[in-house]
């Protein structure tokens, strides 16, 4: 079956650090793949998502790559604030699956200080 | 836009009483939603999936009978938890993905999540 595997939390960093949360997946055909935050207290947002290989998304300096080879959708971003400590999952939704379920990872806590 | 809400956001019950969430989307028309659960510091585990006017279908694993969804509308989803135990007790979510005026996107929009503890 379908799997995302994100890397364990929580990741504690200083402002203005850089940020590297890895995702990878199992799937079958050519999921879309997507990273939502959750910020405390608050519901998930999508943050950005990618549809097909080599596809870079991005949103508010985040960043990742669809890599089909690695089977990894790793999301960065260069310079972090205060205000990015979150929870951030990494989800795929399969190519096979007309209403779209979405597979999540085990999400990864981001903590910022300043 | 693309709003969903969830109400309550926290309900205490007495074990064996049966709760109510509704899940609506704001300013769009929901033509699937689906509900899911979340224990502590961990994933959102899919529970089930409905289509507006059509019946749920729910994941593996998942009591339908204990789990009762309901998708009358395109902006309204109910998740009612029957006869509920302590161990019932989690924090569930919905979200919802349609679109407005014949168009519609793939990105599920997700409510804030609705916290039950089960006394």
């Known amino acids: 079956g379908n799997s995302v595997t994100q890397m364990e939390g929580p990741v504690t960093l200083s402002e203005e650090a850089f940020l590297t949360i890895n995702c990878t997946y199992t799937?079958?055909?050519?999921?879309?793949l997507f990273w939502y935050v959750q910020y405390p207290g608050e519901g998930l947002q999508l943050l950005l998502k990618a549809t097909k290989a080599d596809d870079k998304g991005s949103n508010k300096g985040f960043e990742a790559t669809y890599r089909k080879e690695t089977t990894s959708f790793h999301l960065e971003k260069g310079s972090v604030q205060v205000s990015d400590s979150a929870v951030y999952f990494c989800a795929l939704s399969s190519s096979t699956d007309s209403w779209g379920k979405l597979q999540f990872g085990a999400g990864t806590q981001v903590v910022v200080t300043p | 836009g693309a709003v969903v809400s969830q109400h309550p956001s926290w309900v205490i019950c007495k074990s064996g009483t049966s709760v109510k969430i509704e899940c609506r989307s704001l300013d769009f028309q929901a033509t699937t939603m689906f509900w899911y659960r979340q224990f502590p510091k961990q994933s959102l585990m899919l529970m089930a999936t409905s289509n507006e006017g059509s019946k749920a279908t729910y994941e593996q694993g998942v009591e339908k009978d204990k789990f009762l969804i309901n998708h009358a509308s395109l902006t309204l989803s109910t998740l009612t938890v029957t006869s509920a135990h302590p161990e019932d007790s989690s924090f569930y979510i919905c979200?919802?993905?349609?679109?407005?005026?014949?168009?519609?996107?793939?990105?599920?929009?997700f409510g804030p999540g609705t916290r039950l503890t089960v006394l």
């Open positions: 799937a079958t055909g050519y999921p879309s």
């Open positions: 979200s919802a993905k349609g679109g407005w005026g014949g168009t519609s996107t793939d990105t599920q929009y």
